[in-house]
């Protein structure tokens, strides 16, 4: 009965370059979210996924960054050209439905450096 | 725009006596909240819930309580033991289709002494 899974657990970035973050659902979750947390603050929703939909991205930057949740495979963060404000843990959640608990995994770290 | 406030960083108590915890929200709309536990390099991990139909939802040693017309939540832990030192958030949201997105406080880190 295998949770929600990230993976890497450690991303470290130069400036400039690319981070891709992964999330594998509990197993029967279709839907997905992913949250940010800066540094001493709480966690901010950035996106709510569907399998091959977004359902809501007002917590996603407009530049930058992407996130999808193909059919099949895991649901992928994707953060192009990363900044030093990029550095952050970024956790992903699953849940069988709307309105249902939302199950988080262990996060990513990203370091820019 | 923090919508769901915890205004304290930090708190101790000794094991055996109670912890409460305090959460704030500003925004009426919210009517479902939630209290997660996080230890360092893992991820936040559900305690217990309530719906803004009820005021006080307990579950072992936890209990939630809402007071909507002073839009305030607390959790009480009784009794506090050393295994409960995390940090706590509360989190709210929207409990309509298609607006699931949890809004999460700045955490509360609590230390049990034993």
């Known amino acids: 009965n295998a949770g929600v899974m990230q993976n890497p657990r450690h991303l470290v970035r130069r400036r400039g370059q690319e981070a891709r973050l992964r999330c594998s659902p509990v197993?029967?979750?279709?839907?997905v979210y992913w949250y940010r947390q800066l540094p001493e603050e709480g966690l901010k929703f950035m996106v709510y996924?569907?399998?091959?939909?977004?359902?809501?991205e007002s917590g996603m930057p407009k530049e930058r960054f992407s996130a999808e949740f193909p059919k099949e495979g895991p649901s992928i963060l994707r953060i192009q050209q990363v900044v030093r404000g990029d550095s952050a843990a970024y956790f992903c959640?699953?849940?069988?439905?709307?309105?249902?608990?939302?199950?988080f995994g262990p996060g990513t770290r990203l370091t820019v450096t | 725009d923090q919508q769901v406030k915890q205004n304290s960083p930090s708190l101790s108590v000794q094991e055996g006596r109670i912890s409460i915890l305090n959460c704030d929200y500003t925004?009426?709309?919210?009517?479902?909240f939630l209290w997660y536990k996080k230890y360092p390099a893992e991820g936040p991990t559900f305690l217990i819930s309530?719906?803004?139909?009820?005021d006080k939802n307990e579950d072992g040693r936890f209990t939630v309580f809402l007071n909507k017309s002073a839009k305030h939540l607390s959790l009480h832990i009784v009794p506090s033991q050393p295994g409960d030192s995390a940090v706590y958030f509360c989190?709210?949201?929207?409990?309509?289709?298609?607006?699931?997105?949890?809004?999460f406080g700045t955490g509360t880190r609590l230390t049990v002494i034993p």
């Open positions: 959640a699953s849940s069988r439905g709307t309105l249902y608990e939302q199950y």
């Open positions: 197993k029967g979750h279709s839907h």
């Open positions: 996924l569907q399998k091959e939909n977004i359902i809501d």
């Open positions: 925004n009426s709309m919210f009517d479902y």
């Open positions: 309530i719906s803004s139909i009820k």
């Open positions: 989190a709210a949201r929207v409990d309509q289709t298609g607006a699931n997105n949890l809004f």
